[in-house]
Nanobody, 124 residues
Framework: QVQVVEAGGGPVQTGGSLTLSCTIS????????MGWFRRAPGKEREIVAL????????YYRDSVKGRFTVSKVNLKGTLLLHMNNLKPEDTAVYYC?????????????????WGQGTQVTVSS
C-alpha cells in the first residue's frame, strides 16, 4: 500500500495564504495522478484540485479557481497546493490522494491511497 503524507496545514486569517505539501512512499511518483480533497465539519468530502501524472492536466472546483494552485514536482516527489486569499469557508481537513495511472489526465474516479489529512482553519 502506498503511504501518503500531507503537511503544511494550520491556522490562518481571512485573506491569508498557506501551502500544503504531499509526498508518497512510491519512488515512481511521476506515474501517479494526485488529488487534493477536503472535508469541512458536518459536510461531505469534496474535490479541491486534481492533477495528472506530469502536472499538465489539472482540475479545480469552482470555489477555489483563481485562489488555489496545484502543482506536481516530479523530480522532488512532491505535490503542492498553494492557497491564497483564504476564506472561512475553506476551513476543513485537507487530504491528499494518489492513483497510479497509465495516462496523463487528471483522475476523478476512486482513489485508493489517502493521507491522514491536515487541518486548515481560516478565521474571520
Amino acid at each position: 500500500q502506498v503511504q501518503v503524507v500531507e503537511a503544511g496545514g494550520g491556522p490562518v486569517q481571512t485573506g491569508g495564504s498557506l501551502t500544503l505539501s504531499c509526498t508518497i512512499s512510491e519512488r515512481t511518483f511521476s506515474n501517479y495522478a494526485m488529488g487534493w480533497f477536503r472535508r469541512a465539519p458536518g459536510k461531505e468530502r469534496e474535490i479541491v484540485a486534481l492533477i495528472g501524472r506530469s502536472g499538465e492536466s489539472v482540475y479545480y472546483r469552482d470555489s477555489v479557481k483563481g485562489r488555489f494552485t496545484v502543482s506536481k514536482v516530479n523530480l522532488k516527489g512532491t505535490l503542492l497546493l498553494h492557497m491564497n486569499n483564504l476564506k472561512p469557508e475553506d476551513t476543513a481537513v485537507y487530504y491528499c490522494a494518489a492513483k497510479y495511472r497509465e495516462n496523463d489526465l487528471y483522475y476523478r474516479g476512486q482513489y485508493n491511497d489517502w493521507g491522514q489529512g491536515t487541518q486548515v482553519t481560516v478565521s474571520s
